[in-house]
């Protein structure tokens, strides 16, 4: 069975297989997941990533987690440590990447998010925001907030100041 897409749908369909990166936010049951069904077979050079495992395998579509696609530890991300530091089958899959699309966005923090946009700088060599990539941020902020441990919060806090959400990044202004 085919879902009809709404006009609203289809014209982030159309942005989507435009090149346009952008934000669809919205709760359980908008079509989020559809417009992703529609856009992304006709789009090439395709990743898929998700903050956590369960996300991941929940979104399918090959996804995989932020750390582990773009060779992050499970820490607070400082990139501005990175230098040109990343394995290669890591650099080489991120070369590939034309079109990021990130789901379950609410909980990737701003360390992360710079983490992700520092890698594709790097591997990419182009200084434009993420690489020049085509991203797609999808989730719902009511949903999943971005998590900060008690222990973790004084480090995060020194680096990238008291906000957590991705929404707040300077990125997310560009």
Excluded at 31 to 38: M, N
Excluded at 112 to 140: S, T, W
């Amino acid at each position: 069975m085919t879902i009809k897409l709404n006009p609203e749908q289809q014209a982030l369909v159309d942005r989507i297989v435009g090149g346009q990166s952008l934000a669809i936010i919205g709760e359980a049951g908008t079509g989020k997941s559809e417009i992703l069904k529609r856009s992304l077979p006709k789009l090439k050079g395709v990743m898929v990533v998700a903050p956590t495992g369960a996300a991941a395998l929940q979104v399918g579509m090959g996804a995989s987690t932020i750390h582990r696609a773009f060779g992050l530890k499970p820490v607070i991300q400082d990139p501005s440590k990175f230098g040109n530091k990343v394995q290669k089958p890591v650099a080489n899959a991120l070369r590939k990447v034309k079109v990021l699309v990130v789901d379950e966005i609410g909980s990737v923090r701003v360390d992360l998010l710079a983490a992700m946009d520092a890698r594709l700088k790097m591997v990419k060599e182009n200084d434009l925001p993420f690489g020049g990539v085509q991203c797609i941020f999808v989730g719902d902020v009511m949903q999943t907030p971005s998590v900060l441990t008690a222990q973790d919060a004084p480090h995060y806090r020194r680096l990238w100041g008291d906000d957590t959400w991705f929404f707040t990044s300077q990125l997310m202004a560009d």
